[in-house]
């Protein structure tokens, strides 16, 4: 890539210099001019109009400089927001991806186990893709409350994949295709083929519409960042 040349703008040294150069050649040149007293008036109004443009010019590179100084510093301060602005960006999606790992990481269904006259004997915990199979198991006789609750549980997790992505495709930052790539592989890997198995399961209810809807979201999401082509597993941070 060609690199653009910085144009270069004369200090305010150069152009004070330059100004009582001229100034001083001009007032030397008068005063070996032999004059008298009939001719100090006539030579004054010379030194006048041969000072006052000068004077101008000063005024006018001084003004010039400092329009430009400013322009510059503009376009340092423009970068700077850029820079930080997608410094942010960065974090905030890095954070969303962590939370989502670890909202479903931690995600737990509590099994109770009772004796004959219906007393707790046992408890026993399902925690991530443990859950995601018990869930299919037990939804057929789950309590009807119980089990919105369980499965809204994994409906938001899935809103906040949906959400994430959202963020992502609008952004501009260079690591884009990274997070895009990032939770593509994740999903793939951790949650699509249980999650597959549990809406199977819930389909043709007429409940479980929050997780429904989210899942249905999710499969659209990921069906758009896979018909963009291979992803790479390998992908790193520029």
């Known amino acids: 890539m060609v690199k653009k040349k910085k144009l270069q703008y004369p200090g305010q040294k150069t152009i004070v210099v330059i100004a009582v150069v001229l100034t001083a050649s001009f007032s030397f040149a008068i005063l070996q001019i032999n004059h008298n007293d009939t001719t100090a008036g006539i030579e004054g ?13 000063i005024s006018a590179g001084l003004i010039f400089y400092s329009f430009m100084a400013q322009i510059e510093a503009n376009k340092k301060q423009t970068r700077s927001n850029i820079l930080l602005q997608r410094q942010w960006e960065f974090d905030t ?32 915990p399902y925690k991530s893709i443990g859950w995601i199979n018990h869930m299919i198991e037990v939804i057929p006789n789950a309590d009807p409350e119980e089990e919105d609750g369980m499965l809204n549980e994994m409906g938001f997790i899935l809103n906040d994949i949906n959400q994430y992505m959202k963020f992502v495709k609008a952004s501009k ?66």
């Open 173 to 238: 930052i260079p690591q884009k295709e990274y997070f895009l790539d990032r939770i593509n592989d994740y999903y793939a890997h951790n949650m699509e083929e249980f999650l597959e198995k549990l809406y199977q399961v819930v389909v043709n209810s007429p409940r479980h519409g929050m997780f429904k809807g989210a899942y249905v979201r999710t499969f659209e999401n990921m069906e758009w960042l896979r018909s963009r082509g291979e992803y790479s597993e390998s992908h790193e941070l520029e």
């Open 93 to 124: 999606y890095y954070k969303m991806y962590n939370e989502i790992d670890y909202k479903f990481t931690n995600l737990t269904v509590i099994s109770y186990s009772t004796g004959r006259g219906g007393q707790i004997t046992g408890e026993r």
């Open 45 to 57: 109004d010379a030194f006048n109009g041969l000072t006052a443009p000068i004077i101008s010019l």
